[in-house]
């Protein structure tokens, strides 16, 4: 079993049938988050043996224009869940969207700066 990552955010099983079947893989697996049930941006391919996957990794594959990476299945707790780099830490990420913070509802707002009490 060899691990994909960097796949895009909505990626499924079937859009990766092609490439495994490129790849000689047996199955292929998307886990999904716990907490939201989004699929995970990697994904678990299984091969028949130990020389397949030696091949497969190393071809280099992409993905919608986006460039995939190879990992051992050992690796996955190192990986970045967002950047999908390996030991990046996910706080200190480069690629974390950046939050304006809470949004305020601008009616609302003024409507409470009318009313607000003494």
């Not at 678990?44 to 995939?68: G, R």
């Amino acid at each position: 079993m060899a691990l994909f990552a960097g796949l895009p955010k909505g990626t499924v099983a079937a859009d990766l049938a092609f490439l495994v079947d490129e790849l000689r893989g047996k199955s292929v697996t998307l886990p999904f988050s716990p907490n939201s049930y989004h699929p995970k941006p990697y994904a678990y391919i299984t091969f028949a043996s130990e020389v397949q996957i030696t091949c497969a990794i190393d071809i280099s594959c992409a993905f919608h224009d986006k460039a995939l990476t190879w990992h051992l299945p050992s690796d996955v707790t190192q990986l970045c869940h967002i950047c999908d780099r390996k030991n990046c830490s996910p706080d200190q990420c480069p690629s974390r969207p950046k939050h304006a913070g809470p949004k305020q509802d601008q009616p609302l707002t003024q409507l409470y700066r009318y009313f607000k009490p003494a």
